[in-house]
């Protein structure tokens, strides 16, 4: 079954910076279907007080961030189980975001289908004057018998 070094959790990933793109918030709030002009229109995202186009809601989870130390993801039986954001300053085009990634915790539970890891890792984003823009949790589920 898969296994990682207890001692490990917590340790951040390195820094990965990010310069948010008016194209990429665009796509983005195209595919989730949002027909408000703060995600397309600059001028309707400056009249509601942003500085440009603004970030629609989960956006954040397209941006990378760097390995986290130590984590090998086994190729297969891996699932996600649940994500939640939470949300702070709000990021415009134009503005750089850096991420950072870490495992939270790891837990052994017994499913109906037999022994599982549930894995918590957490992200977080930093504009550049150390204002938080978001952080996330995501839980990753490795089933049994996965190297």
Request: hydrophobic share 40%; proline share 5%.
């Amino acid at each position: 079954m898969w296994d990682y070094d207890p001692g490990r959790i917590g340790e951040r990933s390195a820094p990965a910076l990010h310069e948010i793109e008016k194209g990429a918030i665009r796509r983005f709030a195209e595919a989730l279907g949002e027909t408000n002009p703060v995600y397309f229109d600059e001028k309707a995202a400056q009249r509601a007080g942003y500085r440009s186009l603004v970030v629609p809601p989960t956006f954040y989870g397209t941006l990378g961030r760097n390995p986290i130390p130590g984590l090998q993801m086994p190729r297969a039986g891996v699932i996600h189980g649940e994500q939640e954001f939470v949300y702070g300053k709000a990021a415009s085009a134009g503005d750089r975001i850096q991420v950072t990634g870490w495992l939270a915790d790891v837990r052994k539970v017994q499913g109906s289908r037999g022994a599982m890891t549930l894995l918590t890792i957490m992200a977080e984003g930093v504009h550049e004057d150390g204002a938080m823009a978001f952080q996330s949790r995501s839980v990753l589920i490795i089933s049994e018998g996965v190297e």
